[in-house]
């Protein structure tokens, strides 16, 4: 089993109940959550004029390799009615593989550790709480380091905490 961190998020309809129910998908596809982070508001930060996100971040204990753990995600997402229409604009679910162990993945159609995860602050407010010691297996900084560096920089955007982790 391979610990992996999920980001998630949604912005379009229900966004609690859209998370919920990811978190039910990955359930009853076998992918056992572990750990899940509060949930957090925040604003979007490139395409602008969109709603607000609802975050979080999950741990998750998978035994699918990462190409075949991205094709899970990417079906719970589309059987969620998620539609790729305009890029980086509103979505009712999305699904992001954060950190597969301490796995360094760079394929055309997956790079992970995610590349920007070091100037996101509606993931590393989520994993932070959850796993704060957790290492960068490239650069080797903890989540807490990334976003302390974060928030050093300035960065701008707004994120909310909306309730106390429920796990």
């Known amino acids: 089993m391979k610990t992996v961190y999920l980001g998630l998020g949604s912005n379009v309809g229900d966004r609690e109940a859209n998370l919920r129910e990811a978190l039910e998908r990955l ?8 750990r899940r982070s509060s949930l957090y508001e925040t604003e979007p930060l ?15 204990e998978t035994d699918l390799f990462p190409r075949q753990l991205l094709g899970c995600l990417q079906n719970i997402e589309h059987e969620m009615g998620r539609r790729r229409v305009t ?5 009712n679910i999305d699904i992001d593989i954060l950190f ?3 796995s360094v993945i760079e394929t055309p159609e997956l790079r992970v ?3 920007r995860i070091a100037q996101r602050r509606f993931v590393l407010e989520p994993l932070s ?4 010691v957790l290492r960068h297996p490239v650069t080797g900084k903890t989540a807490r380091e990334m976003l302390a560096a974060a928030e050093a920089d300035g960065d701008p ?3 909310r905490r909306l309730n106390p982790n429920p796990a």
């Open 157 to 159: 955007q707004m994120v």
């Open 129 to 132: 709480e959850i796993a704060p």
């Open 100 to 102: 597969y162990g301490r």
């Open 46 to 60: 490139e395409l602008r004029d969109q709603p607000w996100f609802l975050n979080a971040v999950v741990e998750v």
């Open 27 to 34: 359930e009853a596809a076998g992918i056992r959550v572990a």
């Open 113 to 115: 550790p995610h590349p």
């Open 87 to 91: 890029p980086k604009g509103p979505r």
